[in-house]
């Protein structure tokens, strides 16, 4: 079984941080695509941020941060990396860095036409506008990765779940290889505080586009007419999910999954 152990931000500065140069002009127009295709795959209401390990740097953000953030787009851009970090619960905070840290090191040991199949997901509480913490996802739809100077940038995605209920602590993080359709889980083992691997029931990717849908409250109907699939394809997916999961409700399902970050 894989164990990680936590990092502090010392210990993340000095994995990440290149005192080299990136060599990016423009954070906000290299990782465009990303940004524009991130609204058909949040669940709820997101956010997003560019950090620059070079200069441990936050280069820039969305306009609608500070409705979902305690503090100002102005705030995020130009602060300190760890500013992201600093309104992360501090019990999650330590395991969030380490998670970040051992999801682009995998992304780095890929060759360059395979980093951008692995999907990186991460649960974390963080604050809102009100500075109260609430369950939200984090992911990284986009990496830039400078092979000369070791140096990389990363879009964040920052999702809200707040209109959902946990029961428990959700599994901390998955890596999912979409090509491959390889999942790898990981959860933290309080214990022994580390963070370890998990043994999770392997979702397709046709699978997790419907409990995409499916987490956004969409029925039957409604993700036929999205994917373009037939009703009975996707009565058969649902069936054999909650197999999967040992679930028999669509609301048991869909629990099960975010519980347990198998998006």
């Not at 524009?36 to 969305?62: H, Q, V």
Request: glycine content about 4%; some cysteine; proline content about 4%.
């Amino acid at each position: 079984m894989n164990e990680i152990k936590p990092v502090s931000p010392g210990e993340f500065i000095q994995t990440a941080k290149t005192n080299r140069q990136l060599g990016l002009v423009n954070y906000e127009d290299f990782f465009s695509a990303q940004i524009k295709e991130a609204p058909n795959f949040a669940i709820g209401p997101y956010y997003w941020f560019i950090g620059d390990n070079a200069n441990m740097l936050i280069t820039a953000a969305s306009e609608n941060i500070g409705q979902l953030t305690p503090f100002t787009q102005q705030e995020w851009v130009n602060n300190s990396a760890f500013f992201f970090a600093e309104n992360i619960h501090a019990e999650d905070s330590f395991y969030v860095l380490s998670a970040l840290q051992l999801a682009i090191a995998k992304i780095e040991a890929l060759p360059d036409e395979r980093q951008s199949d692995v999907r990186v997901n991460i649960y974390a509480r963080m604050l809102n506008a009100e500075k109260k913490y609430r369950w939200v996802l984090i992911q990284i739809p986009g990496l830039y990765i400078n092979k000369e100077t070791r140096g990389t940038c990363g879009l964040i995605m920052v999702t809200d779940l707040s209109h959902f209920n946990f029961n428990g602590r959700p599994v901390m993080m998955t890596l999912t290889d979409k090509v491959n359709n390889r999942n790898e889980y990981f959860h933290i083992a309080t214990d022994v505080m580390k963070l370890v691997n998990a043994a999770l029931p392997n979702i397709t990717r046709q699978e997790q586009k419907i409990l995409q849908l499916m987490a956004k409250g969409f029925n039957t109907p409604q993700i036929v007419k999205e994917l373009t699939i037939a009703y009975s394809t996707v009565e058969n997916h649902k069936r054999n999910l909650r197999k999967k999961t040992n679930t028999k409700t669509a609301a048991e399902l869909v629990h099960f999954v975010m519980t347990n970050n198998l998006l």
